[in-house]
């Protein structure tokens, strides 16, 4: 495990490359940590925070008309451990000539879980690094790379310490973060033919957020949002038959209460699984 | 994409993509002012016929360009999105496609940008046909009327048609919708030369990359 010193090192060949530390980037990056320290052997979460000025937004990994999802490049240390990233649901953006695409504006973050090695030594420091291709709209679009690190400590062991002055981000992301295979007793889902029929129980409305590979939706705009508790997916076959229906399903509730966004990956009616 | 040189010691790294927070979104009443969805062209079937003046003021009618033993290759245009430049300014990728296509097809550009969007106007487009070195012409479509028809999505969207009319290939122009990196496969190349050669074409769609269209609000 090297000292300190390296990262500082590290650190200062990035500011030549990051425009985000030089400050006149559309899109601002940061590395963020929801502690102040990681624990030998332990698991904390680290966040790529990005912010974009008012009106302006970017794409999520899913499926858009346009635009180009944001790419992310995540660099830890070698022995420590990067899980999948986190992302919260995107927002729908249905633009002049039927365009539907899904996008965040405002400030955003992915949670990416870290696991430290075992013998991280409390001496020593830990600096992850991420770069960022971005491409970000208004009415025009721009498009770019920026990059942004973290240095953090390694504690002895015990509490990971208090939480960082970035912890909010964490709890904010987590909100729209999506439950992997939803409840049962919420949700229930069944194929109508070529049509996937959703139910949610006690929702106020739903919205699916379709995946990138997704099987495809006739009509997106129209289907995939509903001001009731059922939704139904028109999809489309192709010519090896009807894909998965994978994606991010929002569950609105009444005013005052949070939505709740399930993460669906439901087979095709040939394979006989539904609900 | 620019890399960052790499330390020995900062050796995992994958690739992810970012999500967001966000108030809750429009409901389904809200979203009812946006316009429906454009009907998509289907392969093998015939597409409209169009009239439009380019930069230089001239009139392009499709039909004039059919049944002449050569397709017509369409490419959706705006000067100013990044996918646009890729191709046209940080390389050469329509130019080289032009010079390839030689007298197999004839190639037209087509910006159905508003008024007071992006790349919009007759000075700009002009200004870049110049700037990018563009040898086929560049059609205006204020109204967005021909690109509705044809329900094009982003900038490039590429269609190829055949001498009779019928759409051969609609989508991506190559395999990477990267804003910067090239594709290994030119998707609208790969379907001229496989139609020159009497075969079937192997990727007749394929989902369109780069910005929205700038259409005027409906």
């Given amino acids: 495990m090297k000292k300190i010193s390296t990262a500082a090192a590290i650190a200062a060949s990035l500011v030549l490359l990051s425009g985000c530390e030089k400050g006149d980037s559309l899109v601002r990056v940061r590395l963020v940590s929801e502690h102040r320290a990681l624990v030998p052997g332990g698991r904390t979460e680290l966040g790529v925070n990005l912010r974009v000025p008012n009106g302006w937004h970017t794409y999520w990994n899913g499926r858009s008309d346009s635009g180009a999802p944001l790419r992310l490049r995540f660099e830890a240390p070698r022995g420590y451990e990067a899980g999948a990233p986190r992302w919260p649901a995107p927002k729908r953006l249905v633009s002049a000539g039927g365009i539907l695409d899904h996008v965040y504006d405002g400030e955003v973050t992915v949670i990416v879980p870290v696991v430290a090695p075992q013998d991280a030594a409390p001496s020593d420091s830990a600096t992850f690094v991420c770069v960022v291709e971005w491409v970000a709209c208004r009415d025009i679009c721009m498009a770019g790379t920026d990059s942004a690190l973290l240095t953090l400590p390694i504690a002895r062991g015990g509490p990971r310490g208090e939480p960082s002055a970035d912890a909010k981000l964490f709890e904010e992301a987590r909100r729209r973060i999506p439950a992997l295979g939803g409840d049962s007793a919420e949700l229930t889902s069944r194929w109508e033919a070529n049509s996937l029929v959703l139910e949610g129980r006690e929702s106020s409305g739903l919205v699916f957020y379709p995946a990138s590979d997704c099987g495809e939706l006739i009509d997106p705009i129209h289907d995939a949002i509903s001001d009731t508790g059922r939704l139904t997916l028109r999809i489309r076959p192709s010519e090896t038959g009807i894909g998965h229906v994978k994606g991010i399903l929002e569950m609105r509730r009444s005013r005052g209460t949070a939505s709740r966004f399930i993460e669906l990956d439901i087979e095709p009616p040939e394979a006989g699984a539904s609900g | ?218």
């Fill in chain 2, 1 to 218: 994409m620019h890399r960052i040189q790499t330390p020995a010691f900062l050796a995992t790294s994958f690739a992810l993509a970012v999500s967001g927070i966000f108030a809750a979104g429009p409901s389904r009443a809200e979203e009812k002012a946006a316009e429906k969805p454009m009907a998509a062209l289907a392969i093998g079937e015939s597409v409209p016929d169009f009239t439009l003046a380019d930069t230089e003021g001239a009139k392009h009618r499709l039909a004039d360009y059919l049944g002449k033993d050569r397709l017509v290759v369409l490419e959706w245009f705006n000067p100013d999105c990044p996918f646009i430049k890729k191709h046209h300014a940080a390389h050469t990728t329509l130019n080289d496609l032009y010079a390839f296509l030689g007298d197999r097809a004839v190639l037209l550009a087509v910006n159905s940008g508003a008024p007071g969007k992006q790349g919009h106007g007759l000075e700009r487009n002009r200004a870049a046909k110049k700037d990018y070195g563009i040898p086929f012409p560049i059609l205006l479509d204020e109204e967005g009327t021909v690109g509705r028809l044809y329900g094009a999505k982003t900038t490039p969207h590429m269609y190829v048609i055949s001498p009779e009319g019928k759409l051969l290939y609609q989508g991506a122009l190559d395999d990477n919708p990267s804003a910067t990196e090239l594709g290994k496969t030119n998707y609208v190349r790969a379907a001229v030369e496989q139609h020159a050669a009497g075969g079937a074409i192997a990727v007749r769609e394929s989902k369109p990359y780069g910005c929205s269209v700038k259409y005027a609000a409906p």
